[in-house]
């Protein structure tokens, strides 16, 4: 069975802080595919990343960068000099063969 | 790009009506659509995954009589919430993917169904 495990339910930073997700994950398959996706207040999902099993490169795109190491199945992302905009809630994922399964998410509030 | 649009964004309606939530890819061909519901403060739960041209795959404990899903085309899947009670007040999130599991699914901005 699939299971992500985002231990952080709620995370409160002052601007310009950096600040890291966490999320776990468990698989039996060989192949899959890990994602984080972004839900603002309006409630919609912004897809930000997707990494396969096979690359355990760290990405940075701007602000944001990607923690993957396959040997403790994390999967973390990070947040530099965090802006209010950055507030939301964010959603780890794993696809393996089935189902995309989410975490519970991480509240993130970016207080002025 | 990959652009899902979702419609309404807000539905109030009487207990014992039916509700239809459109989804629909704008910019490419979704093969497979996915419907999820999302209470309030907790994660997306996946309902059912359509292929367009074949009928749904419903998880386990979702009531495909009650939630009936029709992707008739490669940019349209609509879900209809069949005479609809309190307790199926919710965020309905529909996706779109190209593909199968791997590839990243494109989510629309979702459907707060409330039933009085």
């Known amino acids: 069975a699939q299971k992500v495990t985002q231990a952080q339910t709620e995370i409160s930073v002052v601007e310009k802080e950096d600040v890291t997700l966490d999320c776990v994950y468990e698989?039996?398959?060989?192949?899959?595919?890990l994602f984080w996706y972004k839900q603002p207040p309006s409630g919609e999902l912004v897809f930000l990343i997707r990494r396969n099993s096979f690359d355990e490169q760290n990405e940075i795109s701007g602000r944001y960068s990607w923690n993957f190491q396959k040997s403790t199945s994390s999967f973390n992302f990070t947040i530099t000099a965090s802006q209010v905009v950055d507030s939301a809630v964010y959603f780890c994922a794993l696809s393996g063969t089935q189902k995309l399964v989410f975490g519970q998410g991480t509240r993130l509030t970016i207080n002025p | 790009g990959a652009v899902v649009s979702q419609h309404p964004s807000w539905v109030i309606c009487k207990s014992g009506t039916s509700v239809k939530i459109e989804c629909r890819s704008l910019?490419?061909?979704?093969?497979?659509m996915f419907w999820y519901r999302q209470f309030p403060k907790q994660s997306l739960m996946l309902m059912a995954t359509s292929n367009e041209g074949s009928k749904a795959t419903y998880e386990q404990g979702v009531e495909k009589d009650k939630f009936l899903i029709n992707h008739a085309s490669l940019t349209l899947s609509t879900l209809t919430v069949t005479s609809a009670h309190p307790e199926d007040s919710s965020f309905y999130i529909c996706?779109?993917?190209?593909?199968?599991?791997?590839?990243?699914?494109?989510f629309g901005d979702g459907t707060r169904l409330s039933i009085l």
């Open positions: 910019d490419f061909q979704a093969t497979t």
């Open positions: 698989t039996r398959d060989t192949t899959y595919y």
């Open positions: 996706s779109a993917s190209t593909g199968g599991p791997f590839f990243p699914q494109h």
